[in-house]
């Protein structure tokens, strides 16, 4: 086709869009929603990227300086604790969450009496805001009056206070997010069990399939897609996990989205550095994201 | 799977494996909600029967001290208006563009489609703490630091994915013809969305309201960054702090955590089904 040509169908497609007044209004329904997100989340992160790249503090924009921020974030041992400790959160917590909430969610698959207090007890500790839900761990955790610390205590599995304690304190993060995400977890896993139809299994148990070939060879694979987008989305959360750390520990239990937090917001000499840091938590999330999308083969259509 | 193994075996088989399944489910439904019970325990009970080892299973002497206390706490009234206000706002706001730009999305056809909607799920992948440098720059510009503004701002906008998605799949359930009918009788596309979808559709923009409120309620990267005085912090914000403030009257912290949650769970208990619903239905294609 010739470039005139395509100039010209290009310009029919523009005009097709726009001179519409179907297409048209379509637009200008779209329009707050994506002006808004462009203003506050496109803009914003491109503005992070230039201050990553420059001398910057909060009150003036610096001297451009290449890449040294991020040189110097990656020789900062603070951000590289931050960096173990969400690598190892997230892992660990997801591989978990993804396990007890698959057990579960096979086990409530079928009808049975106290269904609805089951699907009640799953959401609240859901429903519970983060925060909130690390302020009563860390009561129940606490060396005075804490009920777990006087039980892990008297049958002698750990006898240093639980809090003061970096490993102990991970771990009890991630215990805290297991508690509160599983539940969720089991929900979505659920809701993609019930999608496959009882015929399959039958079928396959007339023609001799065993309980584990029933599992890996029908449950898994027709719940890949809803196995994807779970752990994708406990993934990315998991992976900038703030609220739990800092009010947990008295904000000493570091991960990267804390360290950007005390860069940017607590000390401020860090300004630059924080910047590159956030923009280091945006580039990994996406590429986690897009990894999902085309190397695991995630479903993201959502036409009809 | 359990079903496709239950009915296998002998009546006894069977009998022992009902039990086991319901030991398991009470095992998880106390999980679940051990915390909110033993807070709630500790929120009633009296200083020194907190600080008694080993610690009573069952309230000696409940008292109400606590929440007296909390309650007197004029900054955790504010703190309680503020979370209202916010997450109200948001919910209010969020709803009014999602619908709108759901509804385009749902029912007409245009090119960017694809696009547009990819571009706004992709705030939900989007870490919001890669922005708060900028964004704390920006509101100082313009003035909106430490008003409740800048954090309903932001909120709109992570909020925003949840509600145009699950509108989105609440306006496809919905029958065209009557869309239809409305524009053949001289609708405009706007009148058929105001008066024929948006009543059909007021349960599931309902349901979407409750998820959009429990997100904003619960909060806090943006609110601990951008609100800086009691004056405007929600609960999020003020609770963990009563850590330092009331240093070891833990009845006060459990207290707080307790009227914290509890609306929220009351509000769970009332809708679970709906709930269920719009949780699920982002990730079940139907």
Same mark, same amino acid.
């Given at each position: 086709m010739s470039v005139a040509a395509e100039k010209k169908r290009?310009?029919?497609?523009?005009?097709?869009?726009?001179?519409?007044?179907?297409?048209?209004?379509?637009?200008? !329904? /779209? &329009?707050?929603?994506?002006?808004?997100?462009?203003?506050?989340?496109?803009? *914003?992160? &491109?503005?992070? +990227?230039?201050?990553?790249? @420059?001398?910057?503090?909060?009150?003036?924009t610096g001297p451009f300086v290449g890449f040294a921020n991020y040189v110097e974030m990656l020789q900062n041992p603070d951000f590289l604790e931050g960096l173990i400790n969400t690598a190892a959160f997230t892992v660990i917590s997801v591989t978990l969450e993804f396990l007890i909430g698959l057990g579960i969610a096979l086990a409530?698959?079928?009808?049975?009496?106290?269904?609805?207090? #089951?699907?009640?007890?799953?959401?609240? *500790?859901?429903?519970?805001?983060? #925060?909130?839900?690390?302020? !009563?761990?860390?009561? !129940?955790?606490?060396?005075? /009056?804490? /009920?777990? %610390?006087?039980?892990? %205590?008297?049958?002698?599995?750990?006898?240093? *206070?639980?809090?003061?304690?970096?490993?102990l304190l991970l771990i009890a993060a991630i215990g805290v997010d297991v508690w509160k995400t599983t539940p969720f977890m089991a929900l979505l896993l659920l809701a993609g069990l019930q999608t496959i139809s009882a015929?399959?299994?039958?079928?396959?148990?007339?023609?001799?399939? %065993?309980?584990?070939?029933?599992?890996?060879?029908?449950?898994?694979?027709?719940?890949? =897609?809803?196995?994807?987008?779970?752990?994708?989305?406990?993934?990315?959360?998991?992976?900038?996990?703030?609220?739990?750390?800092?009010? +947990?520990? %008295?904000?000493?239990?570091?991960?990267?989205?804390?360290?950007?937090?005390?860069?940017?917001?607590?000390?401020?000499?860090?300004?630059?550095? =924080?910047?590159?840091?956030?923009?280091?938590?945006?580039?990994?999330?996406?590429?986690?994201?897009?990894?999902?999308?085309?190397?695991?083969? +995630?479903?993201?259509s959502t036409e009809e | 799977m359990a079903s496709a193994t239950a009915s296998k075996g002998g009546a006894g088989k069977s009998t022992l494996s009902a039990v086991l399944f319901y030991v398991f489910l009470t095992l998880f439904v106390l999980v679940s909600i051990f915390p909110l019970i033993w807070i709630f325990k500790m929120s009633i009970i009296t200083r020194s029967e907190l600080f008694q080892s080993p610690p009573t299973l069952l309230p000696g002497n409940p008292t109400g001290e606590s929440y007296a206390k909390i309650f007197a706490d004029a900054a955790f009234q504010q703190a309680l208006i503020n979370s209202v206000i916010i997450s109200g706002v948001t919910t209010v706001i969020c709803l009014f563009f999602g619908s709108i730009a759901a509804y385009a999305i749902a029912r007409l056809r245009f090119g960017f489609k694809g696009i547009i909607m990819t571009l706004i799920l992709a705030i939900s992948f989007f870490p919001g703490v890669a922005?708060?440098?900028?964004?704390?720059?920006?509101?100082?510009?313009?003035?909106?630091?430490?008003?409740?503004?800048?954090?309903?701002? @932001?909120?709109?906008v992570f909020a925003l994915p949840l509600t145009v998605w699950l509108l989105v799949a609440f306006f496809r359930e919905l029958p065209r013809d009557l869309e239809e009918a409305a524009k053949v009788d001289g609708a405009t596309t706007i009148q058929a969305f105001r008066k024929v979808i948006v009543p059909l559709a007021a349960p599931g923009v309902f349901t979407t309201a409750i998820l959009t409120f429990i997100f904003a309620w619960n909060e806090f990267l943006f609110a601990t960054t951008f609100l800086l005085t009691p004056e405007t912090q929600p609960v999020t914000?003020?609770?963990?702090?009563?850590?330092?403030?009331? @240093?070891?009257?833990? =009845?006060?912290?459990?207290?707080?955590?307790?009227?914290?949650?509890?609306?929220?769970v009351? &509000?769970?208990?009332?809708?679970?089904?709906?709930?269920?619903?719009?949780?699920?239905?982002?990730?079940?294609? =139907?």
């Open positions: 290009k310009g029919g497609f523009l005009k097709r869009e726009f001179g519409d007044p179907e297409r048209r209004t379509a637009y200008y !329904m /779209v &329009m707050p929603a994506v002006l808004i997100i462009f203003i506050v989340a496109f803009f *914003p992160i &491109m503005y992070a +990227m230039v201050l990553s790249l @420059t001398d910057s503090t909060v009150v003036q409530i698959n079928q009808a049975f009496k106290g269904r609805g207090l #089951v699907r009640a007890a799953i959401l609240v *500790p859901w429903a519970f805001p983060t #925060v909130i839900s690390a302020v !009563m761990w860390r009561l !129940m955790f606490q060396d005075q /009056v804490g /009920v777990i %610390n006087y039980v892990v %205590n008297t049958l002698g599995i750990i006898s240093q *206070p639980i809090l003061s304690d970096r490993t015929d399959v299994y039958e079928a396959a148990r007339v023609d001799g399939a %065993n309980i584990f070939q029933r599992f890996f060879r029908i449950t898994l694979p027709l719940l890949k =897609g809803t196995i994807l987008v779970a752990v994708l989305f406990r993934t990315l959360d998991s992976y900038r996990i703030f609220d739990l750390f800092w009010a +947990m520990s %008295n904000r000493e239990l570091e991960s990267l989205s804390t360290f950007v937090y005390k860069s940017v917001r607590v000390s401020q000499l860090l300004f630059a550095q =924080g910047n590159a840091a956030s923009v280091f938590i945006f580039v990994t999330s996406f590429l986690l994201a897009l990894f999902f999308i085309y190397g695991l083969g +995630m479903q993201t | 922005i708060i440098a900028p964004l704390f720059i920006q509101f100082s510009t313009f003035g909106i630091i430490d008003t409740l503004a800048s954090v309903i701002i @932001t909120d709109v914000v003020v609770i963990p702090n009563f850590a330092s403030q009331y @240093t070891t009257d833990y =009845g006060a912290q459990a207290a707080a955590a307790v009227v914290v949650t509890v609306p929220l009351i &509000m769970v208990l009332i809708f679970q089904r709906r709930i269920v619903s719009g949780l699920t239905a982002g990730a079940v294609k =139907g």
